[in-house]
């Protein structure tokens, strides 16, 4: 195949499905008729004509007849993602209050040299995340209750010692939690089978999380940045897998942005305020590279056993 | 409406065309001015079968060439006048004010 014929295949892969089984041989019809019958040699402008009409044809498809409800249906899974965020949030509290707990108690300073155990905090984390994709809602939700109520000790404590910041902030935080999981609880459930439609998921989660993730997770401005940054570069990836039509690659970047910044926040959030050392530029590119593995990891995981079932 | 779709609607409200042949009689309607790319031409073509202002007549596969017939329906007859109404309207206006400077010397 000629290069002109490889790069018309390619474009013509732009546009929707079905839409491309029912016209592409037609379109290629139009341009050898234009040619007068000779070799297919689509010119340039002709590609750029085509791609972006099919870009066109791809938006009006995604957007025209069944708008609406896509809008409430959006709307739907968007809050039901902020839940599924909470609830993470309340499962590194977990975490990190027991590790802050083990400090206090024997006496180790979380800033000096105890960092290595900063590590375990990405365990819930991923622990919630791989549960709630597998569907596994009451063990999430055992996860979540249990950091909850871990962080309410913690801030019992904070507040107690004067600390009143972060004790009142972790008590904002659980209470936030707390409310997620008791909806959650009452069978609103968030399933990654859902997210077929993924543009508004992805557009609702990313924004009210990138203004609530520091406030949840004490996400500290000098981790928050590249943090935030590698997010924000995930939701473009998405966006992209769900305008190539790949909404399984889609759900698996979704569902690693917050969990990705929530990461950050609990690293930070057990390293104490204010501290900007050479470890945390060190973790975020540790960070960075778990992202990677774990997208790869996820959609290689999703691709082999389908979406869970889901409403 | 834009120019290009309205010389698609023009070039298929006299008879059934399938896309190389609206995109010749694009080219004579419009005196050699406009010249349709094919991008242009589907992109319009599926906005007015989904608006309802066109829609496929027949198909016919000749020596491996999927071709696709496309003709105007009622809607799409009644949006053509309305169009053209309009188009003629300010043509007419036009022509008088030219004339008008014209006849005043200017």
Same mark, same amino acid.
């Given at each position: ?99 802050r707990g083990a ?97 508004l998921f992805v ?107 889901g409403d | 409406m ?35 790319? #094919? %991008?242009?031409?589907?992109? *319009? &073509?599926? =906005? ?7 829609? /496929? ?30 188009? #003629? %309207?300010?043509?007419?206006? *036009? &022509?008088? =004010? ?7 010397? /200017?």
């Amino acid at each position: 195949m000629s290069e002109h014929g490889r790069a018309l295949r390619a474009i013509l892969r732009l546009l929707p499905a079905d839409y491309r089984q029912s016209h592409a041989d037609e379109i290629v019809t139009t341009l050898r008729d234009a040619q007068e019958n000779g070799p297919l040699r689509a010119r340039p402008g002709d590609l750029a004509s085509l791609a972006s009409a099919a870009l066109k044809i791809r938006a009006r498809s995604h957007f025209d007849a069944d708008w609406r409800p896509e809008i409430e249906r959006g709307i739907v899974l968007g809050v039901r993602a902020f839940m599924l965020f909470l609830a993470v949030g309340a499962a590194a509290f977990l975490w990190t209050t027991v590790l802050r707990g083990a400090s206090i108690y024997w006496g180790y300073d979380y800033s000096d040299g105890t960092r290595i155990l900063f590590a375990a905090v990405l365990l819930p984390l991923i622990a919630a995340f791989v549960l709630q994709l597998y569907g596994r809602w009451r063990e999430a939700t055992v996860l979540a209750v249990g950091g909850n109520l871990a962080a309410i000790a913690l801030a019992v404590h904070k507040i107690t010692a004067n600390d009143f910041g972060v004790g009142f902030g972790t008590l904002a935080a659980v209470g936030m939690s707390g409310l997620a999981i008791a909806m959650m609880m009452a069978g609103d459930r968030l399933s990654a089978g859902a997210v077929r439609r993924p543009l508004l998921f992805v557009g609702i989660w990313a924004f009210p999380s990138a203004l609530v993730g520091p406030l949840v997770s004490d996400l500290a401005w000098q981790m928050g940045r590249p943090i935030v940054a590698v997010g924000g570069a995930l939701v473009l990836v998405a966006i992209g897998m769900a305008v190539a039509g790949r909404p399984h690659g889609l759900v698996a970047c979704a569902v690693l942005i917050l969990p990705g910044w929530l990461m950050g926040g609990g690293l930070q959030y057990a390293g104490g305020w204010g501290y900007v050392r050479v470890e945390f530029v060190l973790w975020t590119l540790i960070f960075m590279v778990a992202t990677a593995a774990l997208l790869i990891a996820a959609m290689a995981v999703v691709r082999r056993t389908g979406l869970p079932a889901g409403d | 409406m834009q120019e290009p779709g309205f010389l698609i609607l023009t070039a298929v409200a006299d008879e059934p065309r399938h896309g190389y042949g609206i995109m010749k009689e694009v080219e004579i309607i419009s005196g050699g001015n406009v010249k349709l790319r #094919a %991008g242009t031409l589907y992109a *319009a &073509l599926e =906005r007015f079968v989904g608006k309802g202002f066109i829609e /496929v007549e027949r198909e016919e596969v000749v020596d491996g060439r999927h071709r696709r017939f496309y003709r105007l329906t009622e809607d799409g007859r009644t949006e053509l006048n309305a169009e053209a109404a309009r188009l #003629a %309207g300010n043509a007419r206006v *036009a &022509l008088q =004010r030219l004339n008008t400077i014209a006849e005043g010397g /200017v």
